[in-house]
Protein backbone atom coordinates (compact mmCIF):
# COMPACT_ATOMS: atom_id res chain seq x y z
CA UNK A 1 0.00 0.00 0.00
CA UNK A 2 0.83 3.50 0.12
CA UNK A 3 3.63 4.98 2.69
CA UNK A 4 2.74 7.93 5.21
CA UNK A 5 4.67 10.84 4.70
CA UNK A 6 6.32 12.16 7.61
CA UNK A 7 8.12 15.45 7.97
CA UNK A 8 11.39 14.36 9.96
CA UNK A 9 12.95 18.16 10.83
CA UNK A 10 13.95 21.46 10.07
CA UNK A 11 16.91 22.37 9.97
CA UNK A 12 19.01 25.48 9.11
CA UNK A 13 21.98 26.62 6.18
CA UNK A 14 23.50 29.02 5.53
CA UNK A 15 21.48 32.02 3.62
CA UNK A 16 21.95 32.11 -0.59
CA UNK A 17 19.90 33.97 -2.67
CA UNK A 18 20.78 36.14 -6.19
CA UNK A 19 20.50 40.07 -6.27
CA UNK A 20 17.27 41.12 -7.36
CA UNK A 21 17.29 42.61 -11.08
CA UNK A 22 20.36 41.21 -11.73
CA UNK A 23 20.87 38.55 -14.18
CA UNK A 24 23.74 36.22 -14.94
CA UNK A 25 25.16 33.53 -17.51
CA UNK A 26 27.24 31.66 -14.90
CA UNK A 27 26.52 28.18 -14.21
CA UNK A 28 27.97 25.30 -12.27
CA UNK A 29 28.07 21.18 -12.72
CA UNK A 30 28.98 19.07 -10.47
CA UNK A 31 29.78 15.64 -10.79
CA UNK A 32 29.17 12.14 -7.96
CA UNK A 33 31.99 13.28 -6.48
CA UNK A 34 30.88 16.84 -6.04
CA UNK A 35 33.76 18.25 -8.35
CA UNK A 36 32.63 21.77 -9.84
CA UNK A 37 33.04 22.19 -13.52
CA UNK A 38 32.48 25.53 -15.21
CA UNK A 39 30.42 24.55 -18.71
CA UNK A 40 29.70 27.08 -21.71
CA UNK A 41 27.49 30.23 -20.37
CA UNK A 42 23.81 29.87 -21.46
CA UNK A 43 22.57 32.68 -23.68
CA UNK A 44 20.98 35.28 -23.31
CA UNK A 45 21.59 35.99 -19.21
CA UNK A 46 18.13 35.22 -17.54
CA UNK A 47 16.11 34.24 -14.36
CA UNK A 48 13.31 32.56 -13.38
CA UNK A 49 14.14 29.24 -16.05
CA UNK A 50 13.22 25.94 -15.52
CA UNK A 51 15.65 23.17 -15.66
CA UNK A 52 14.29 19.55 -16.59
CA UNK A 53 16.45 16.19 -16.79
CA UNK A 54 15.36 14.79 -20.83
CA UNK A 55 17.14 11.10 -22.10
CA UNK A 56 20.11 12.37 -23.46
CA UNK A 57 19.94 16.37 -22.38
CA UNK A 58 19.10 18.57 -19.78
CA UNK A 59 17.42 21.67 -20.79
CA UNK A 60 17.42 25.09 -19.65
CA UNK A 61 14.55 27.13 -21.20
CA UNK A 62 12.51 31.14 -20.79
CA UNK A 63 12.95 33.19 -17.93
CA UNK A 64 13.66 36.61 -17.35
CA UNK A 65 16.15 38.41 -19.56
CA UNK A 66 16.24 41.63 -17.93
CA UNK A 67 15.22 42.84 -15.14
CA UNK A 68 11.98 44.66 -16.60
CA UNK A 69 9.38 42.40 -15.49
CA UNK A 70 7.18 42.23 -18.78
CA UNK A 71 10.33 40.56 -20.87
CA UNK A 72 10.27 37.15 -20.98
CA UNK A 73 12.36 34.93 -23.20
CA UNK A 74 11.82 31.80 -25.71
CA UNK A 75 15.35 30.84 -25.29
CA UNK A 76 16.66 27.04 -24.45
CA UNK A 77 20.00 26.00 -24.21
CA UNK A 78 20.94 22.35 -23.56
CA UNK A 79 23.93 19.97 -21.98
CA UNK A 80 24.97 16.47 -23.11
CA UNK A 81 26.48 14.11 -20.38
CA UNK A 82 29.83 15.74 -21.49
CA UNK A 83 28.58 19.00 -20.92
CA UNK A 84 28.61 20.38 -24.42
CA UNK A 85 26.34 22.98 -24.98
CA UNK A 86 23.85 23.67 -27.64
CA UNK A 87 21.08 25.64 -28.29
CA UNK A 88 17.74 24.04 -29.69
CA UNK A 89 15.10 26.08 -31.57
CA UNK A 90 13.68 28.21 -29.70
CA UNK A 91 10.06 28.22 -28.13
CA UNK A 92 7.12 29.44 -30.10
CA UNK A 93 6.20 31.52 -27.49
CA UNK A 94 7.92 34.15 -24.57
CA UNK A 95 7.35 32.05 -21.52
CA UNK A 96 8.52 32.71 -17.57
CA UNK A 97 8.88 32.04 -15.33
CA UNK A 98 8.92 28.51 -16.44
CA UNK A 99 8.04 25.21 -14.90
CA UNK A 100 9.33 21.79 -17.11
CA UNK A 101 8.77 18.19 -16.90
CA UNK A 102 9.38 15.20 -18.90
CA UNK A 103 7.07 12.26 -19.51
CA UNK A 104 7.75 9.63 -21.97
CA UNK A 105 10.26 10.24 -24.85
CA UNK A 106 9.07 14.51 -24.39
CA UNK A 107 10.13 17.34 -22.19
CA UNK A 108 7.10 19.32 -21.47
CA UNK A 109 8.12 23.20 -20.87
CA UNK A 110 5.42 25.57 -19.90
CA UNK A 111 5.01 29.04 -17.94
CA UNK A 112 2.71 32.80 -18.91
CA UNK A 113 0.37 31.25 -21.44
CA UNK A 114 -2.01 27.72 -22.11
CA UNK A 115 0.16 26.63 -24.71
CA UNK A 116 2.73 24.03 -23.53
CA UNK A 117 5.80 23.72 -25.19
CA UNK A 118 7.19 20.15 -26.42
CA UNK A 119 10.97 18.70 -27.20
CA UNK A 120 11.96 15.41 -27.85
CA UNK A 121 14.95 13.64 -26.54
CA UNK A 122 16.87 14.72 -29.48
CA UNK A 123 16.36 18.62 -28.90
CA UNK A 124 13.73 18.49 -31.84
CA UNK A 125 11.16 21.19 -31.20
CA UNK A 126 7.48 19.18 -31.97
CA UNK A 127 4.35 21.52 -33.36
CA UNK A 128 2.04 20.07 -31.36
CA UNK A 129 -0.88 21.13 -30.01
CA UNK A 130 -0.69 20.84 -26.18
CA UNK A 131 -2.25 23.28 -24.11
CA UNK A 132 -2.59 23.77 -20.31
CA UNK A 133 -6.04 23.96 -18.92
CA UNK A 134 -5.43 27.90 -18.26
CA UNK A 135 -3.26 30.63 -18.79
CA UNK A 136 -0.61 30.59 -15.69
CA UNK A 137 2.86 30.36 -14.66
CA UNK A 138 5.10 30.00 -11.66
CA UNK A 139 4.13 26.58 -11.61
CA UNK A 140 5.29 23.56 -9.33
CA UNK A 141 6.20 20.67 -12.04
CA UNK A 142 6.76 16.72 -10.94
CA UNK A 143 6.91 13.55 -12.25
CA UNK A 144 4.26 10.48 -11.36
CA UNK A 145 2.86 7.08 -12.33
CA UNK A 146 3.96 7.91 -16.04
CA UNK A 147 2.26 11.72 -15.92
CA UNK A 148 4.82 15.36 -16.20
CA UNK A 149 2.45 17.37 -13.66
CA UNK A 150 1.60 21.56 -13.59
CA UNK A 151 0.64 22.53 -10.04
CA UNK A 152 -0.64 26.31 -9.18
CA UNK A 153 0.68 29.39 -10.84
CA UNK A 154 -1.58 31.83 -8.79
CA UNK A 155 -4.24 28.81 -9.09
CA UNK A 156 -4.92 25.51 -7.24
CA UNK A 157 -5.13 23.77 -10.63
CA UNK A 158 -2.97 20.73 -11.65
CA UNK A 159 -3.24 19.40 -15.09
CA UNK A 160 -1.70 16.17 -15.77
CA UNK A 161 0.15 15.00 -19.15
CA UNK A 162 0.54 11.27 -20.44
CA UNK A 163 3.08 9.50 -22.53
CA UNK A 164 0.28 10.34 -25.59
CA UNK A 165 0.61 14.23 -24.23
CA UNK A 166 -3.08 14.08 -23.44
CA UNK A 167 -3.89 16.08 -20.55
CA UNK A 168 -6.08 15.52 -17.59
CA UNK A 169 -7.15 18.24 -14.92
CA UNK A 170 -7.27 17.12 -11.59
CA UNK A 171 -10.15 17.34 -9.22
CA UNK A 172 -9.51 17.91 -6.66
CA UNK A 173 -6.39 20.19 -7.67
CA UNK A 174 -4.27 21.78 -4.90
CA UNK A 175 -5.83 22.11 -1.37
CA UNK A 176 -4.86 26.04 -2.06
CA UNK A 177 -3.72 28.66 -4.55
CA UNK A 178 -0.08 28.65 -4.92
CA UNK A 179 2.25 30.65 -6.57
CA UNK A 180 6.02 29.39 -6.73
CA UNK A 181 5.87 26.22 -5.13
CA UNK A 182 8.37 23.70 -5.47
CA UNK A 183 7.64 19.92 -6.71
CA UNK A 184 9.49 16.68 -6.60
CA UNK A 185 8.69 12.93 -6.91
CA UNK A 186 9.62 11.20 -3.76
CA UNK A 187 8.85 7.41 -4.37
CA UNK A 188 4.91 7.11 -5.06
CA UNK A 189 4.54 10.13 -4.40
CA UNK A 190 4.38 13.68 -6.80
CA UNK A 191 4.80 16.48 -4.16
CA UNK A 192 3.83 20.36 -4.43
CA UNK A 193 4.75 22.32 -1.23
CA UNK A 194 4.70 26.11 -0.28
CA UNK A 195 3.74 28.68 -2.66
CA UNK A 196 1.92 30.20 -0.02
CA UNK A 197 2.85 31.88 2.47
CA UNK A 198 -0.77 31.09 5.07
CA UNK A 199 -0.83 27.63 4.55
CA UNK A 200 1.91 24.88 5.17
CA UNK A 201 0.47 21.86 4.12
CA UNK A 202 2.33 19.45 1.38
CA UNK A 203 -0.02 18.18 -1.34
CA UNK A 204 0.89 14.78 -2.56
CA UNK A 205 -0.50 12.94 -5.43
CA UNK A 206 -0.39 9.13 -6.07
CA UNK A 207 0.61 7.18 -9.15
CA UNK A 208 -3.44 7.23 -9.89
CA UNK A 209 -3.35 10.84 -9.67
CA UNK A 210 -5.11 11.09 -5.95
CA UNK A 211 -4.50 13.65 -3.58
CA UNK A 212 -3.82 13.34 -0.39
CA UNK A 213 -2.72 16.28 2.10
CA UNK A 214 0.49 15.63 3.50
CA UNK A 215 2.74 16.72 6.21
CA UNK A 216 2.62 20.81 6.71
CA UNK A 217 6.56 22.37 6.51
CA UNK A 218 7.77 23.76 9.53
CA UNK A 219 7.02 27.13 8.07
CA UNK A 220 4.38 28.46 5.35
CA UNK A 221 6.59 30.27 2.31
CA UNK A 222 7.00 31.07 -1.17
CA UNK A 223 9.54 30.87 -3.75
CA UNK A 224 11.32 27.93 -1.82
CA UNK A 225 12.83 25.03 -3.93
CA UNK A 226 13.09 21.23 -4.10
CA UNK A 227 15.11 17.92 -4.33
CA UNK A 228 15.01 14.23 -3.60
CA UNK A 229 17.92 12.03 -2.26
CA UNK A 230 17.61 8.88 -1.54
CA UNK A 231 14.22 8.26 0.69
CA UNK A 232 13.97 11.98 1.76
CA UNK A 233 12.27 15.24 0.29
CA UNK A 234 14.41 18.39 0.81
CA UNK A 235 12.09 21.66 0.72
CA UNK A 236 14.90 24.64 1.44
CA UNK A 237 14.79 28.53 1.89
CA UNK A 238 11.95 30.59 0.27
CA UNK A 239 10.37 34.14 1.62
CA UNK A 240 7.76 34.81 4.01
CA UNK A 241 8.61 38.86 4.91
CA UNK A 242 11.72 37.87 4.82
CA UNK A 243 14.43 35.24 3.33
CA UNK A 244 14.76 32.57 4.83
CA UNK A 245 16.80 29.24 5.42
CA UNK A 246 14.53 26.25 6.49
CA UNK A 247 14.79 23.10 5.41
CA UNK A 248 12.56 20.88 5.92
CA UNK A 249 12.94 17.15 5.18
CA UNK A 250 9.83 15.05 3.92
CA UNK A 251 10.28 10.75 4.50
CA UNK A 252 8.06 7.79 3.38
CA UNK A 253 7.44 5.54 5.94
Known amino acids: ?33 LTRSLPAAISPARRFLCGVSGSKFAFLAGGFPTNTTGSFS ?19 RMHGPTSGAKVGGYVLIAGNHTSVEV ?3 NQTHLALDVELSSSRY ?9 YALFAGGYSNAVDAFDHELTRVTLEPGLSVVRSLPAGCTLEMYALFGGGSTEEAAIDAFD ?8 PSLSQARASLTGAVVGKFAIFAGGYNRTYLTTVDIITVE
Open 119 to 121: YDE
Open 138 to 146: AMGSAEVGG
Open 207 to 214: ENLTRTIG
Open 1 to 33: GMGRLTCLQGNLVTRCRSRPGREEQVKYAYNTA
Open 74 to 92: NAVDAYDDELIHTAPEKMT
